[in-house]
Structure formats: C-alpha cells, structure tokens
C-alpha cells in the first residue's frame, strides 16, 4: 500500500487519535518480519511528522475482516481508551453478509465461547464451563444479496472469532469464511466489516461517531 493509498484510508485524525479504514487481508499488528501490518503502515504514516511516533493498537480485527480500526498516538491515551473498551462504553458496529437466508428480521445471540489454540478457532457452546467466556451480540436483517443475508451487528462482548463463530454456530456462516464453513468468495477477506464505532474522546470527551461503509454493489452474488 502506498503512502497516499494509506492516507486516504484515513478515517478521523488529531493529536490523540489516528483511525483508520483497514482492509481485509492485512493483520493488525506486527507478526512477522516479512509482513507489512496495519503496524507498520501507522508508524511509517506518522513518522513523517515525529521523530519517535508512539503507536498504541487501541482494539484489534482478525486479518480477513475491513473496517475501523482505532490508534492511540499517547501512551496516556492508549490507557484512556482501554478503559473505555474494559468499561464498555465502545460501542461497536458490524456489517456481515452470511451464507443462507435468515428469517427473523432480527434477534440476539447468547453463548460461551472457548478458543481452540491448536486449531486457531472459537468453539461456540451452550454450557457454562470454567474455560468458557460469555458472548452476545444483536442482530437484525438489512435485507438479501443472493442466497445470503446482509446483517447489522452490535457487538456486545468482543472476544476471539465471536461474531464468525457465533454465527456460524447459528447455522449462517460469514460469507468466504472457511474456517467456519463459510462457502468461497470472489472478494479478498470474508464478509465482515468494522461499520461503527461510538466512543468518548480521551481528551474532550465529546462522544464520537466514526462510520465506514462497505461497498455493497461490488459484492459478487
């Protein structure tokens, strides 16, 4: 990606704060050497007007799911927003495209959740035991593309894989997502997008609203 595909990716600037319009495909955070992350692309962003650029990874995306991603530029900002995310006062929206027709217009989803390391996948039960965590989201329908459903999602919780095990434990797997018995795609990622994020400026405390539309009409049927 280039410095000028980058910046126009960029969602809301100021001195606490960089958010960006991540892509699918691309990790959060460093995890190799050989891999550019959305990482690196900050630090090089802000390198260009400090010296010693502090990037504070706020929240993360898995690497096949787009949308917004938020930055702190200060280490005191960075504890700020934690807070925030401990205290749930983020809230945080999704757009997902799922294989099969849903027929409730809308609905909420409770389970627990444990994360299978060897295989690198949440496993979704009904039953609460001591390794698993609870997980919620809400729902509703925005409408049909194909045999699949377009949803908006609020996610109540935010734990690993939870909106693509969650629903794919609901028989409506992410569209492109394999690991979950997604069925293939001809977009890069799977169809899960970062939408919104509502949360209180860590130096104002002005609540902010930062969207990020998916592009819908280029979604392959």
Known sequence: MSPE?????????????LIVNKPAGIAV????????????????YLLLTAKKPFVGIVHRLDRPT????????????????????EK?????????LVDGEIPNPSGSLKDYLHKDFFRKKAIISQQKR??????KLNF??????????????????GKYHQIRAQLASMGFPIA???LYGGKLWK???IGLHASALHFNHPETKERITIKSDWDIDSIPI
Do not use: H
């Not at 990716?9 to 704060?17: P, Q, Y």
């Not at 955070?29 to 090089?44: A, H, M």
């Not at 749930?88 to 997902?96: I, P, S």
């Open 176 to 178: 492109g997502d394999v």
């Open 140 to 157: 509703s329908k925005i409408g049909l593309v194909g045999q699949r459903t377009l949803l908006n999602i609020e996610l109540m919780t």
């Open 187 to 189: 977009r890069e990622g």
């Open 29 to 44: 955070e460093k995890i190799s050497p050989q891999i550019i992350t959305l990482e690196d692309l900050v630090y090089s």
């Open 66 to 85: 787009s949308g917004i991603i938020l930055f702190a530029k200060k280490p005191s900002v960075l504890k700020i927003m934690n807070a925030q995310f």
């Open 88 to 96: 749930k006062t983020v809230r945080k929206y999704y757009v997902a």
């Open 130 to 135: 001591k390794e698993n965590q609870e997980v």
């Open 5 to 17: 595909q980058f910046k126009n990716r960029i969602l809301f600037e100021d001195k606490f704060l």
